[in-house]
């Protein structure tokens, strides 16, 4: 994450901490802490959020699942931040104990993601052990559970996207699927730095998802909608990841008679599948945290502010369709099924150089 976007968010976390702890101690001038949090959301939008940080050197030299990552990350924390300034506005305007539960959640969230998403060490510094990898049986296991392992976290990213949507009204539903909000209410200042801060975030993953995975996920929303077909989803994210042609590339390879892996290259390749999963899982829970983050505003937050509910309906749902569609084209592109822009070697470079002459 941009190192000058986590430290201009903690403004906003700062803020929203004092205003929970005012509220949760009974304060009087509530709507001073509220001045405060605003003051902070300005600043943030200020600082360059909008128009977009100035990345350093190291920034522009890093790769481009570096960069996804990265974009997740600040995509969370915006997310984070939208439901922290809504929240706040609740407690502010409401005298309901939900509001304030919903203010030191969301805090909660905010603080989570900045740990998450803060500076972390370069993955290309770490050094990855697979399992010790000494016959051509070992590594395709390896390479059969990596495999497992990117589709059960795709499959459980996807449906805890689509089940979100579960909570939307009928009548929001198709606004949903075409990705069209109506204009943005005017209900103050504190609530629409909120909602803008949401509206930045949804934009910023529906950037990620390519054109033909929304149509895909849209069509896999009106199946939930309908039928809440769980079953459907796990074989339409096998479809999707082209699973069976894996399987049969990986079988070919082991065939009676095939060309094995060389033995000195067996724990290589075995340390690669390593890193690889260890970088998917960290990306796939990234999503899942947006999911989170989005079914907060779909819920209670929503539920706090009837003239915006259905604003935040058709944006959060735009999020969640897009988280979803985000990460199929992770996983097609760690398992190396033809994706438009591919950002990692994934499991077929592994085994081509594994295997190869």
Avoid: C
Avoid at 102 to 123: E, H
Avoid at 213 to 230: F, I, N, P, Q
Avoid at 280 to 306: C, D, N
Avoid at 338 to 348: C, H, L
């Amino acid at each position: 994450m941009s190192l000058g976007v986590f430290q201009e968010s903690r403004g906003i976390l700062l803020a929203g901490r004092e205003l929970d702890e005012a509220v949760s101690a009974g304060e009087e001038g509530i709507a001073t802490y509220q001045q405060q949090l605003l003051n902070a959301a300005l600043a943030w939008e200020a600082g360059g959020v909008v128009a977009g940080f100035e990345a350093s050197d190291d920034e522009k030299a890093r790769s481009s699942e570096e960069i996804l990552e990265d974009e997740l990350s600040e995509a969370l924390v915006e997310l984070e931040i939208g439901n922290v300034l809504l929240a706040g506005s609740a407690v502010t305007e409401t005298a309901e104990p939900a509001g304030s539960a919903a203010l030191a959640n969301a805090v909660d969230g905010l603080a989570a993601a900045r740990q998450a998403a803060g500076p972390q060490p370069s993955s290309t510094i770490r050094a990855f052990k697979g399992k010790d990898t000494k016959s051509p049986q070992d590594f395709f296991v390896a390479l059969s559970q990596f495999e497992a392992d990117v589709v059960a976290r795709t499959t459980g990213v996807v449906k805890h996207a689509l089940s979100g949507l579960g909570g939307i009204p009928a009548s929001q539903v198709q606004s949903v699927l075409r990705g069209v909000a109506s204009a943005m209410p005017d209900l103050g200042a504190l609530i629409q730095a909120g909602l803008r801060a949401v509206r930045r975030a949804v934009d910023k993953l529906t950037r990620l998802v390519p054109d033909a995975l929304h149509s895909t996920v849209g069509d896999w929303a009106k199946k939930w909608w309908g039928a809440h077909g769980a079953e459907q989803i796990d074989a339409a994210v096998r479809r999707a990841l082209s699973v069976d042609a894996l399987d049969r590339e990986i079988a070919g390879v082991f065939r009676p008679g095939g060309q094995l892996p060389r033995a000195e290259r067996l724990q290589g390749g075995s340390d690669e599948l390593a890193a690889l999963d260890e970088r998917h899982a960290r990306l796939a829970k990234t999503i899942e945290r947006i999911v989170s983050a989005l079914g907060q505003a779909l819920g209670p937050l929503a539920a706090l502010f009837p003239a915006a509910a259905a604003w935040i309906y058709v944006s959060g749902g735009s999020g969640l369709l897009a988280a979803a569609g985000i990460a199929i084209w992770v996983g097609r592109d760690y398992l190396d099924s033809e994706v438009p822009f591919a950002r990692v070697a994934g499991v077929r470079s592994i085994l081509a150089t594994t295997v190869g002459p």
